[in-house]
């Protein structure tokens, strides 16, 4: 089969690297790709939000099945696009891309259907935003709406800070439009755990529990990012609170979207908090997500396009996946400065010295076989192990290997699935 994978990521990366094990294909492309992913796939030059372009393509290409793995092509619809011309697609339509698109939405659909989650308020005018942070306790959570590249969430400890968040993302646009209305969320305490889960819109099986450490520096401190590494699986997700998990949150969800008019079939993301009073929904990814995918992909035994066209299909009850049974942490290296601003063009050394890790490239580009910076995440180093403390060590042993001018990375990936019981 020829295969085009729609992104240009280190989660794409992740997917690109896992597809070309498969028997079953034949060729692979990515638009637009980066540095890493054009060693193992043809890497066309079309912008992931080209919905016509990338639909001329896959025609062109002779494309067999095509995997939309960011959010914004989602949420604009590019899988309906795909659909419509006749060219299989793995991905939710947009419609159910808005599970994502509109923490409005998600957090309204929580509500409806009972599934648990933190008390919040919705607002679309800064007035009356305002006047919801003077009668609240703190730290309060303030969200803008729509996507914001996961950088859109701002933990506030006191109205001052509150205030700064909704003038920043509702007056200011920090975000664009995607700040047009805000979600002011309680601030609920305990470890997050990230569960991936492959849907059909009737079968969901849940893929192994993974841990991320958001925000930019050591101890969780600094700005939020889009991640800056993970590991998996998690110590404190237990085979208890998964059954939980999928009475109360998984199987409502499916079911809620159905209800909806809104099937969702792909990869559906559910951002846990385990609270002293159980587990709650914090939000949904209509994808898989990033660095999460770059741990998870890496233990899957299972063919990943053999579970891609049968949740396409609808028959994802016949597929079992198996994993592999070591644990796998991913560090990124990122470029100094992000996630606000920091330079590109910067030469890569060491990958070729890399021997017990996969380092997969997030913004990257290639050029005269040297590899440049070219994003604010650069690379995902990725290394597994019997245990988490191994794959930690083999992971940082391959970080200390290479080099970019002001590269930046956390020291402390992984360490707090040793701190929680």
Known sequence: M????????????AIVWKLAQSPKVKKIYCAPGNGGISDIAEC???????????????????IDLVIVAPDDPLAKGMVNAMTDAGIRAFGPTKEAALIEASKAFSKELMRKYGIPTAEYGLFDDSREA?????????????????????KGVLICQNQQEAEAAVISIMEEKKFGDSGNKIVIEEFITGPEVSILAFTDGKTI??????????????????????????????????????????????????????????PFKGVLYFGLMLTESGPVLLEYNARFGDPETQVI?????????????????????????????????????????YPERYSKGHVIEGLDTISDAIVFHAGTKKENGCYYTNGGRVLGVTAMAE????????????????????????????????DQP
């Open 387 to 418: 245990t988490i403390e191994k794959a930690r060590e083999r992971a940082y042993h391959a970080v200390s290997c290479i080099h970019f001018q002001d590269a930046h990375f956390r020291r402390d990936i992984g360490i707090k699935s040793f």
């Open 44 to 62: 066309l030059p079309i912008n992931a939000l080209d919905i016509e372009g990338m639909v001329n393509a896959a025609k062109e290409k002779k």
């Open 130 to 150: 305002f006047q919801y942070l003077k009668s609240h306790k703190y730290p309060l959570v303030v969200k803008a709406d729509g996507l914001a590249l996961g």
């Open 297 to 337: 992909l890496p233990r899957l035994k299972t063919d990943l396009l053999e579970i891609f066209e049968a949740v396409i299909d609808e028959e994802l009850e016949k597929v079992q996946l198996a994993w592999n049974d070591n644990a796998c942490v991913c560090v990124v290296m990122a470029s100094g400065g």
């Open 205 to 262: 099986i849940p893929m192994v529990s993974s841990q991320d450490h958001k925000r930019a520096l050591d101890g969780d401190k600094g700005l939020n990012t889009g991640g800056m590494g993970t590991f998996s699986p998690s110590r404190v997700y237990t085979p208890e609170i998964a059954e939980l998990c999928m009475q109360k949150i998984f199987l409502p969800t499916i079911q809620a979207m159905n209800n909806e008019g809104r």
């Open 2 to 13: 020829n295969i085009l994978v729609v992104g240009s990521g280190g989660r794409e990366h």
